[in-house]
T-cell receptor, first 109, second 113 residues
Framework: KNEVEQSPQNLTAQEGEFITINCSYS?????LHWLQQHPGGGIVSLFM???GKKKHGRLIATINIQEKHSSLHITASHPRDSAVYIC???????????FGKGTHLIIQP | NAGVTQTPKFRVLKTGQSMTLLCAQD?????MYWYRQDPGMGLRLIHY???????AKGEVPDGYNVSRLKKQNFLLGLESAAPSQTSVYFC????????????FGAGSRLTVL
């Protein structure tokens, strides 16, 4: 069973700061997912990546397959980025994803 | 497009009562999943389905049953609710091909007294 660990668990930053959230997993995967969950809200998929780097707006996700590590970066952070960010590993099997516990991010104005 | 719709959004039950959560998707996805989310823990898989008429157990299946009679619907049942089943339940669906991007419902908050 894959173990997915995220750090930090909680992060508070000022508006405009560069944010990094880390994710490590224990066994090989077919893809790594980053998801976002706003307070009281649903869960939205941000990225799925199996190698290299992906960028969408101010969000950048990277993965190092050899190191079994992925990072999610937010540039020029904004209060609306405040949410829980969840990392999840896909083994490619039918049973879906193995989830980390999430990183609770608060961006203060 | 509605995507994935869960009903009800909120429910309070007494211990021993039964209920059914409904998940409906309009994306023609083969794969559907039920997860529970508890404080301090990652999402945990309860049951899943890889197509109409199929179901399989996930990580935490005890106390739950599921059915997938129609491709677009995945039902999660609690036969005799227990306080340990107080949680937020998420349904998700996906194509199931390769690395599977999931679409999630908005969640159903269940409290068992």
């Amino acid at each position: 069973k894959n173990e997915v660990e995220q750090s930090p668990q909680n992060l508070t930053a000022q508006e405009g700061e560069f944010i990094t959230i880390n994710c490590s997993y224990s066994v090989g995967i077919s893809a790594l997912h980053w998801l976002q969950q706003h307070p009281g809200g649903g869960i939205v998929s941000l990225f799925m990546l199996s190698s290299g780097k992906k960028k969408h707006g101010r969000l950048i996700a990277t993965i190092n397959i050899q190191e079994k590590h992925s990072s999610l970066h937010i540039t020029a952070s904004h209060p609306r980025d405040s949410a829980v960010y969840i990392c999840a590993a896909s083994g490619g099997g039918a049973d879906g994803l193995t989830f980390g516990k999430g990183t609770h991010l608060i961006i203060q104005p | 497009n509605a995507g994935v719709t869960q009903t009800p959004k909120f429910r309070v039950l007494k211990t021993g009562q039964s209920m059914t959560l409904l998940c409906a998707q309009d994306m023609n996805h083969e794969y559907m999943y039920w997860y529970r989310q508890d404080p301090g823990m990652g999402l945990r898989l309860i049951h899943y389905s890889v197509g109409e008429g199929t179901t399989a157990k996930g990580e935490v299946p005890d106390g739950y049953n599921v059915s997938r009679l129609k491709k677009q619907n995945f039902l999660l049942g609690l036969e005799s609710a227990a306080p340990s089943q107080t949680s937020v339940y998420f349904c998700a669906s996906g194509t199931g091909y390769g690395a599977n991007v999931l679409t999630f419902g908005a969640g159903s908050r269940l409290t068992v007294l």
